[in-house]
Each structure stands twice: as structure tokens, then as C-alpha cells.
């Protein structure tokens, strides 16, 4: 399972909660769950969705869920998107896209990209489509490459590749990646080359797609 989340960011100056956010944000996540876990007891939705996020990180799943559930019940609609995935995670995949669609409809744009997975998988390719299109408006960088490889898989590779174009606008490495997995198949390789090597750099790029960096360097190296 895979954590998503914005980086941390709140207007809240109180010195537990940001010393909390900077430990989680270090990796030590451990660390950070004591002063979590004191802003939690405040009533603090935010604060709730950061702890079980880091208590998930430390092994700790069954407190994770109970937070992500508190977090949902005080308004935290990222944390329908994180639940979610552990629902997908153990196969109960209508429940997963149940949360994934709530916390869509609440703005989460990591829960319109996962929906938009899921559906897709489901083959619910209508909702899917709405869902990516929906994530990539609310400035989701990944929700443009997995629509443009969606629409490819599906045989409409030039609405895919004017998708991915959209997205490459938009700074979205997976865009970038996906388009030039789609040369590289059509046997281009001198153009698949040609848009990696146009790709944003990590320090351009959305943190959330920090790990798709790998993936651009490893299909250069393939098509050298």
C-alpha cells in the first residue's frame, strides 16, 4: 500500500503539530507520533490524518485505520483516499471505491486519481475518465498519464498521446513517461528519446511523482 498526501502543509502555527509534521516529514515517522498524536486530542482532523498515516508507516495498522475512520468523521476527505487503499490492498474492492468516490466528491484529488484507477480496473471506463479528468483539473499531475495510458490501452492512442501532451503542459513527469512509452512501442525510439530528455527535473516535478524518476532513467537506458 501506498501513502499519498500532499506535503504537509497547514496554517496552524502551534509548535507540537509543525515539530510532529517536520519529523514525518524527515521519515522519522516514529518520531512524529507523539505530537501527532497530542494535536489529535484537539479535535484536529488534519493532525488525525498524519498520525494514521505514520502509524501505518511503523506497522501499527489496525490504530492507522481507527485514526484514518476519526480523521473521515471530523472532515479529512484525504483520508477516504488512504483508508481506501487498504481496503483495495485486501481485495474489497467495491468498499475501496466507495471510499475513493467520497473522498473524491470532498476534492481530494488523490482519491479522484484512485478512483479513476480503480474504475478503470472495473472497467467502468466512463467513471473512470471522469474521475482522472476531474483529478488532472484539480492539479493532480498523475491523473493526465494514467488517462493517456488508459486511452491507449484501449486503442485510442492519438486521443491518448493529445491527453499526454495536455499533461506534459502541465509539468506531469507520469505524461511525460507514458508518452514515451507509447514511441517506444510504435518503434520510435529517436522520439521516445527525444521526451524523456525534455522531462522535468525532481527538483520541477510534484513530490508525489518523485518515484516515477527511476522509471524515466531506466527507459532511457534502454533506448540508448
Given amino acids: 500500500m501506498t501513502i499519498w498526501g500532499r506535503k504537509s502543509t497547514t496554517t496552524d502555527t502551534d509548535p507540537g503539530l509543525l515539530e510532529g509534521l517536520r519529523l514525518y516529514d524527515a521519515g522519522d515517522f516514529a518520531g512524529s507520533v507523539k505530537f501527532l498524536l497530542t494535536k489529535t486530542r484537539?479535535?484536529?482532523?488534519?493532525?488525525?490524518?498524519?498520525?494514521?498515516?505514520?502509524?501505518?508507516?511503523?506497522?501499527?495498522?489496525r490504530a492507522s485505520i481507527a485514526y484514518w475512520e476519526l480523521a473521515i468523521s471530523w472532515g479529512s476527505n484525504d483520508?477516504?483516499?488512504?483508508?481506501?487503499?487498504?481496503?483495495?490492498?485486501?481485495?474489497f474492492l467495491e468498499k475501496a471505491y466507495e471510499l475513493y468516490e467520497k473522498g473524491a466528491q470532498g476534492g481530494s484529488d488523490d482519491a479522484m486519481h484512485?478512483?479513476?484507477?480503480?474504475?478503470?480496473?472495473?472497467?467502468?471506463?466512463?467513471?473512470?475518465?471522469y474521475w482522472l479528468e476531474k483529478g488532472t483539473e484539480a492539479g493532480n499531475p498523475r491523473c493526465s498519464g494514467v488517462l493517456g495510458k488508459n486511452l491507449h490501452d484501449l486503442g485510442r492512442t492519438e486521443e491518448a498521446i493529445e491527453v499526454l501532451k495536455q499533461g506534459m503542459e502541465q509539468t506531469s513527469l507520469s505524461s511525460y513517461l507514458q508518452l514515451a512509452l507509447i514511441y517506444h512501442e510504435q518503434g520510435d525510439a529517436a522520439l521516445a528519446r527525444e521526451t524523456l530528455l525534455r522531462a522535468p527535473t525532481k527538483d520541477e516535478i510534484e513530490h508525489r511523482e518523485n518515484h516515477l524518476l527511476i522509471y524515466v532513467e531506466q527507459l532511457l537506458a534502454a533506448i540508448r
Avoid at 478512483?115 to 472497467?123: H, I, K, M, N, R
Fill in 79 to 91: 483520508s477516504f483516499n488512504n483508508l481506501g487503499n487498504r481496503y483495495k490492498d485486501l481485495g
Fill in 42 to 61: 484537539t479535535g484536529d482532523p488534519f493532525a488525525a490524518f498524519k498520525l494514521a498515516n505514520a502509524l501505518f508507516e511503523i506497522g501499527q495498522v
Fill in 114 to 129: 484512485s478512483a479513476g484507477v480503480l474504475a478503470f480496473d472495473l472497467e467502468q471506463f466512463d467513471d473512470s475518465r
